[in-house]
């Protein structure tokens, strides 16, 4: 402590000239100490008031947060009714009413909404007490038209306000610009008034439990006609702020406490006790020291006792400033002289031995940047002889910038001229941390910007589809849930459920990028037939549903759907390709009974699949009759699947014939269903049913497995059945597994057919069936052509294929007895398996008659009921048995079928 040490030096010689100089460092000390325990007094006030600040602003942030809450909680209330209109821009007053009904009916500060079509009013909620702002058009209200169109120009909500309502009172007006979703148009703008008083009651603005004086205005800086809300003077005085972003407004806040700010802290007169002991406790030792010196004479000892109690008490300050980190210095503005203690000199790089220094050598340690101002306030001080305090930063010889914060007061000792005793701290790390939290602040306000738009843009992208912008499935959720519970006749719903047929072979053979531009020009087709009280959404990969609203919803979806298939039925051009893609839709309509949305949904998807069942590339509305079809087979479903489980599916053997010898030379596996309760079902119950369940391929493999086996039971039995056909699809065909089980199976090469339909189409570029059938080929298992003639196969697939045998499909045999054209039909197919060395079989052989024709044009073999029907497995071994015998002993005569 360079500045004790200084005066220790001179008490003594100063005492033994005047009597007085014993008490300069008991006046020194009082100073330093006045100025410390002043400047904790000063600190502990501004930690009180920072405490109260703090308090403050926490409640006025939780009022903010309400608000803010409450605005948006309003705001986001009139989505609904806004997607509602922007689905059915022709919505009229009762549809309005019944939607704006629903929302109010939630808690809230809503007071009205209307709705302007081209900026005129056309609708209002509550009608009675609003009727009159209908045909008000915002063109011709200046004062309105700012905040309108606004939020036109950005395309999203704006909050504007408060206002003075012309319905009395005040409210913050929400406008909500609407674009059609048919097309993309404009159609109007929603406003919605939020009542401002019952906004900032349920706020806890202004209630008696609310322990802040709280004022609202447009501006920072506010003059009195800028605050709507509290006392204009709040933000003249030292308040507390805040501020709100409504969009298209801001709200700026500020607060004090009721009754004002509390200078003095509860505690401040028990800090105050304590400090004038330690005040006393360390002048007491010095004046009594002064005394004892100026009494000498009477007692030396005692004299000397009380200097080492001066040394002591003097001592015990020094390392309390140590500890504190305060450095303590003294100027002399006569001389110029400084003096610092240990810690200023550690602040300041003074030489650690250095006793004395300038005033430029503190100048010459401040930061250029703050030097001017510096100089200025100390001179400031020293002219005025008042209270010295500021904060300035000093640049260390490595260049290292510390802040420091500087305190000082004035003295005059007797006889000498004015001296300035003060502390200083070193503040850099408050400042650091300072300068930390402000950029954290900074920061936080930026992502909350950052994230307010994301949640707009998120909230856009979760209601549209990427690819083709229309609406997307939680989209028709919402639109579903806002029609829930209609019951107006017109409001009717109607779904249109549509399914393009041939997609997926598009995406296989030209590619994803292709398909996109199938889905992009499919969305294009749609909006060109939708109107703008209908919307197009797309649910699924290749799916789209078209909502239709308004009293006549049969007439006008059954016109809808049938345009939507006659258009999506001409070609689209992809890269120069000509592509056919086709629909199939379903519809379904809301009834007087008021369907659900969603239940009318699923009857759509009903309807649909019927489309589909029925052909494709049409339209099926939805009826009871479809509903208990679609339960009926969905149980039916259920249990084939059981069936397969159960060993429920078996062949029936149907016998082939030789036209010339009538020997039996083959039989057809035909598969049945020995279901329990309904007894024997023929194929046409469950084959489509396979298909649907992608279980065909099981179904073949069950009924080529055991027809071989019948096949070995017959050659054990002696019975001469030299040729097995099993009919197969082409979902086996493509079945991976069917050639690993094939290579388990025993069969002789040539004793095994597979019967393909025509309606395979061979035509189509299906590498994976030409090889599948080659590989057949190559395993001594010959094919053939199931009911030829009513397919598509053409000649050339017909030769590229070489198939063993040619069925000829029933529909051609039966009028061949009373039909000469269709004799000669029959005749010409028989010659062209003959020209390319086919066999021909002709099935639906039924009477003597088409025995000898067939016999006649040169028909290799017969089946039909002529000779036998379908037959179990035993059964088929009695006729196989009688047939035989029969032609060996009596060479039969044929007759009628059985």
Request: hydrophobic fraction near 40%.
């Amino acid at each position: 402590m360079a500045i004790f040490s200084s005066w220790d030096k001179s008490v003594r010689p100063i005492h033994k000239t005047f009597g007085f100089s014993y008490f300069i460092p008991a006046i020194a000390v009082i100073v330093a100490v006045a100025i410390g325990f002043v400047q904790a007094d000063h600190e502990e006030h501004e930690r009180f008031l920072s405490e109260q600040r703090l308090v403050a602003s926490e409640r006025l942030a939780q009022v903010s947060s309400r608000l803010e809450t409450q605005i948006h909680g309003n705001v986001n209330l009139i989505q609904g009714l806004v997607a509602a209109i922007a689905a059915n821009p022709n919505m009229t007053q009762s549809q309005f009413s019944a939607l704006s009904e629903r929302i109010f009916s939630v808690p809230s500060q809503l007071r009205n909404v209307v709705a302007a079509p081209n900026l005129v009013v056309q609708h209002v909620y509550p009608f009675d007490e609003n009727k009159q702002l209908i045909g008000q058009d915002y063109n011709a209200h200046p004062k309105q038209a700012g905040s309108v169109f606004e939020a036109i120009k950005r395309r999203k909500t704006t909050v504007a306000g408060p206002v003075k309502l012309s319905q009395g009172g005040h409210g913050l007006l929400a406008r909500y610009p609407v674009f059609a979703i048919g097309n993309g148009h404009f159609w109007g703008i929603v406003s919605a008034v939020i009542d401002a008083e019952r906004l900032y009651r349920d706020s806890n603005l202004s209630s008696d439990q609310q322990s802040l004086d709280i004022a609202i205005a447009r501006r920072p800086q506010p003059s009195d006609k800028d605050v709507f809300v509290g006392d204009p003077t709040v933000f003249a005085e030292d308040a507390v702020r805040t501020r709100i972003e409504l969009g298209y407004d801001t709200w700026y806040l500020a607060a004090v406490p009721k009754g004002g700010w509390v200078q003095a802290p509860p505690s401040i007169f028990t800090f105050r006790i304590y400090a004038a002991l330690v005040a006393i406790g360390i002048i007491a030792p010095l004046i009594w020291a002064g005394l004892l010196m100026r009494q000498r004479h009477r007692n030396l000892v005692t004299l000397q006792h009380r200097e080492e109690e001066l040394a002591a008490v003097t001592h015990r300050l020094g390392l309390a400033l140590d500890a504190s980190g305060i450095g303590v210095w003294e100027f002399d503005p006569a001389s110029g002289s400084l003096i610092w203690d240990r810690r200023m000199r550690e602040m300041y790089d003074g030489a650690p031995d250095r006793e004395m220094f300038s005033y430029d050598d503190w100048k010459n340690a401040i930061h250029p940047d703050d030097l001017s101002n510096v100089q200025h306030v100390f001179q400031q001080a020293i002219t005025e002889e008042r209270a010295y305090n500021t904060q300035f930063r000093v640049v260390s010889s490595a260049g290292e910038v510390r802040h420091i914060r500087a305190n000082g007061r004035f003295y005059r000792p007797v006889g000498r001229e004015m001296r300035v005793v003060g502390a200083n701290w070193d503040v850099t790390k408050d400042m650091l941390l300072q300068a930390e939290l402000r950029e954290a602040q900074s920061q936080a306000e930026e992502q909350n910007v950052q994230l307010r738009a994301t949640r707009r843009t998120l909230e856009h992208q979760s209601l549209h589809d990427a690819l083709t912008g229309l609406p997307n499935r939680r989209f028709l959720d919402q639109f579903m849930e806002a029609g829930s519970g209609k019951a107006e006749a017109s409001h009717r719903i109607a779904f249109i459920h549509v399914d393009l047929d041939r997609f997926k072979e598009v995406n296989d053979t030209l590619g994803h990028a292709a398909g996109d531009e199938v889905l992009r020009q499919t969305t294009v087709r749609l909006l060109d037939l939708v109107t703008p009280d209908e919307f197009a959404s797309r649910v699924g990969g290749d799916e789209f549903v078209i909502a239709t609203i308004g009293p006549s919803v049969e007439r006008r979806s059954r016109e809808l759907a049938q345009a939507i298939v006659r258009s999506l039925a001409r070609p689209i051009d992809i890269g120069g390709q000509k592509c056919r893609i086709g629909c199939s839709a379903g519809i379904s309509c809301q009834t007087v009974a008021m369907e659900e949305p969603r239940e009318l949904l699923v009857n759509a998807d009903i309807a649909l699949y019927e489309a589909k069942k029925r052909g494709r590339n049409r339209f099926e509305i939805f009826s009871d009759e479809l509903r208990m079809a679609a339960v009926l087979r969905k149980t039916i479903s259920d249990e084939f699947l059981t069936a397969l489980e159960h060993d429920q599916i078996i062949p029936y053997f149907q016998p082939q014939f030789d036209a010339r010898t009538l020997q039996i030379v083959g039989v057809e596996a035909l598969a049945r269903w020995q279901h329990p309760d309904r007894g024997t079902l023929a194929p046409d119950r469950f084959l489509d049913i396979a298909e649907s369940l992608n279980r065909a391929a099981d179904l073949d493999a069950i009924i080529l497995e055991k027809a071989l086996f019948q096949s070995v039971r017959w050659k054990a039995l002696g019975l001469d059945v030299p040729h097995l056909s099993v009919n197969i699809s082409a979902q086996r065909l493509k079945d991976g597994r069917m050639f690993d089980r094939l290579a388990g199976l025993q069969f002789a090469p040539g004793s095994l057919s597979f019967e393909l339909l025509e309606s395979i189409s061979f035509d189509d570029q299906d590498e994976d069936l030409r090889t599948a059938i080659t590989r057949l080929k190559s395993l001594g298992i010959d094919i053939e052509i199931d009911d030829f003639g009513t397919g598509h196969a053409s000649i050339v697939s017909l030769i590229e294929l070489g198939p063993k045998r040619l069925k000829i499909d029933r529909k051609l045999i039966s009028p061949i007895e009373a039909s000469a054209s269709q004799r000669r039909l029959v005749a010409s197919i028989i010659e062209i398996g003959k020209s390319q060395d086919i066999e021909i079989v002709a099935e639906g052989v039924e009477t003597s008659g088409h025995i000898e024709i067939l016999r006649n044009l040169g028909c290799h073999v017969l089946q039909g009921y002529a000779f036998s029907k379908p037959l179990p497995a035993s059964d088929f071994i009695t006729f196989v048995e009688n047939w035989q015998a029969r032609t060996e002993h009596s060479g039969l005569q044929v007759r009628e079928a059985v």
